[in-house]
């Protein structure tokens, strides 16, 4: 189910589809590996190395491969090694969010999500 509105970027290093990134410089992305990355949004479906172009959903319906398991309507945000994974902060914490789970998956899964950045507080 893909509906996004996507750009093309330059990416600064290997992404694998499906991923959450962020800025590294104007016009390249990197992939988000912590929770308080400034996630811009969602890889399409092709793995890509440094220098190669990427499509980037940035807004509507995506597909992103969960890191962890998650249940649907959770905010998902990015962790360690780039697993995308439920946003759960500790109490006075604040993460960001790059998706809301429409359905429910496991670690490794391939999901619908809406893509939706913004900040969660623990």
């Not at 990134?21 to 590294?24: L, R, W």
């Given at each position: 189910m893909q509906s996004a509105r996507a750009r093309t970027?330059?990416?600064g290093g290997a992404i694998t589809a499906r991923s959450f990134?962020?800025?590294?410089a104007d016009g390249v992305v990197?992939?988000?590996?912590a929770a308080t990355?400034?996630?811009?949004g969602i890889t399409a479906e092709l793995d890509v190395v440094q220098g190669e172009r990427v499509d980037v959903y940035r807004a509507g319906s995506a597909?992103?491969?969960l890191g962890g398991t998650v249940a649907r309507g959770?905010?998902?945000t990015a962790a360690a090694g780039g697993a995308r994974v439920a946003?759960?902060?500790a109490?006075?914490?604040r993460n960001r969010h790059g998706a809301f789970a429409e359905v429910s998956g496991v670690s490794g899964d391939i999901i619908d999500v809406e893509i939706d950045l913004g900040f969660i507080t623990g």
């Open positions: 970027y330059i990416a990134v962020k800025f590294s990197v992939v988000a590996t990355d400034d996630i811009i597909e992103l491969r959770a905010p998902l946003a759960a902060p109490a006075g914490v």
